[in-house]
């Protein structure tokens, strides 16, 4: 009997301690064989408070003594960062990755068992200024009330990156495998116009012109129906389950999960690598 492959799903904790204590003793107690971690990890940008020590000593501190205490269990953790993440403190999880306490993923891929895992963090322009993990979209354009990539503020110098890259060109480069039926791609953004990339903007406008309430990738989504990826992991847009009701949905054959959550609740999704339609989402 071929064993199954026990995943654990959570984005967009946003330094909140309470909520990694209830993913890392989730994790001691049921031993998963995969986390995922989907971005906006760390506290916010603006607040006081070092998140570099965040990283090393909570994170990095409590992951250390799960993987002294499950040995051989120690699960595989696959992290990216998300919008809110400065890119300054990416050398701190690229130090957990060569201590062997997680795979740093962004714009990466890693065989692990059976299954390719990539990883990619950027978003399409918004409103926020801090612009480490934004990209233009499928072209060089913002929605009205979004800020340009190139005219927000940076932790890290990209150069001409953010002037003329998009999210479609970096998933062409990522992603040069023909077959993608084992893949499980983990992004921070969802696709775009689905269930889980709503945003509560219903009637909000710009110089009279009506905001677009899905915020999502229109790259992500493209690449969803044209390769048909395996399993997406995404987050980004908290609200979108309490609106929509659905924190999953289905692109052809491809399954979607979102990890965002406007409550205080941790959201974990639950499941088997070999049966995703099977799924579950608590709060914790």
């Known amino acids: 009997m071929k064993q199954l492959t026990k995943c654990f799903f ?5 330094g909140r301690q309470e909520k990694f204590t209830k993913l890392f003793s989730a994790i001691k107690e049921e031993k998963p064989d995969m986390v995922f971690m989907g971005g906006d990890l760390l506290p916010s940008f603006y607040s006081s408070g070092d998140a570099g020590e965040f990283i090393r000593s909570f994170i990095g501190g409590a992951l250390y003594k799960l993987k002294r205490e499950l040995a051989e269990r120690y699960p595989s953790i696959f992290l990216i960062m998300g919008n809110d993440d400065p890119r300054i403190y990416e050398e701190a999880f ?28 950027c ?13 233009y979209d499928v072209s060089r354009y913002a929605d009205p009330g979004c800020i340009h990539p190139a005219d927000g503020s940076r932790s890290v110098n990209t150069g001409e990156q953010a002037e003329f890259g998009t999210i479609q060109k970096d998933l ?17 953004s969802p696709p775009y116009c689905t269930s889980l990339d709503r945003a509560a903007l219903d009637g909000k406008m710009i110089d009279h012109v009506p905001l677009d309430v899905h915020i999502g990738s229109i790259a992500i989504k493209r690449f969803i129906e044209e390769c048909s990826p395996y399993i997406t992991l995404h987050g980004h847009v908290h609200e979108s389950s309490s609106i929509t009701g659905a924190w999953k949905e289905k692109i052809d054959s491809t399954w979607c999960f979102t990890g965002a959550w406007d409550g205080r609740e941790l959201a974990l999704i639950r ?11 608590q709060l914790l």
């Open 10 to 14: 959570v984005s967009d904790l946003h």
């Open 94 to 121: 690229i130090s957990m990755e060569k201590e062997g306490l997680i795979s740093y993923m962004h714009f990466k891929k890693k065989l692990n068992g059976r299954y390719i895992i990539y990883g990619y963090s």
């Open 123 to 135: 978003i399409p322009p918004s409103p926020f200024m801090l612009k480490d993990w934004e990209m």
């Open 172 to 188: 062409q480069k990522l992603c040069d495998e023909k077959d993608l039926s084992a893949s499980i791609f983990l992004f921070h």
């Open 271 to 281: 499941f088997t690598a070999e049966n995703p339609s099977d799924a579950t989402r």
